[in-house]
Nanobody
Framework: QVQLVESGGGLVQAGGSLRLSCAASGRTFSSYAMGWFRQAPGKERGFVAV???????LYADSVKGRFTISRDNAKNTVYLQMNSLKPEDTALYYC?????????????????WGQGTQVTVSS
């Protein structure tokens, strides 16, 4: 069992930056692929980024060049650095863990989810 706790959300102006963190419990964190997803009001939850255990990363086209996912296995933590934020980035951001080592953008590939942290970008 893995528990995930997100933090770092908040209110920021367009063009600003935020760094989200996701702290994971468990001794096998390093073996999981870790992803970030987001859900805006009235929309489905969508893929943002994933980092595999070996460090490979994938990003949604909408965040490429602006967001960076990273992980610190010693701290059991995954991060999402978000720069050049836009109002359309406003959403509840979720951290997720997958036993599938090469997890991609499919929600069903993820086994554990956090409760989410709210990001609001004002124009």
């Amino acid at each position: 069992q893995v528990q995930l706790v997100e933090s770092g959300g908040g209110l920021v102006q367009a063009g600003g930056s935020l760094r989200l963190s996701c702290a994971a419990s468990g001794r096998t964190f390093s073996s999981y692929a870790m992803g970030w997803f987001r859900q805006a009001p009235g929309k489905e939850r969508g893929f943002v980024a994933v980092i595999w255990s070996g460090g490979n990363t994938l990003y949604a086209d909408s965040v490429k060049g602006r967001f960076t996912i990273s992980r610190d296995n010693a701290k059991n933590t995954v991060y999402l650095q978000m720069n050049s934020l836009k109002p359309e980035d406003t959403a509840l951001y979720y951290c997720a863990a997958s036993k599938f080592t090469r997890a991609t953008m499919t929600l069903d590939e993820y086994d554990y989810w956090g409760q989410g942290t709210q990001v609001t970008v004002s124009s």
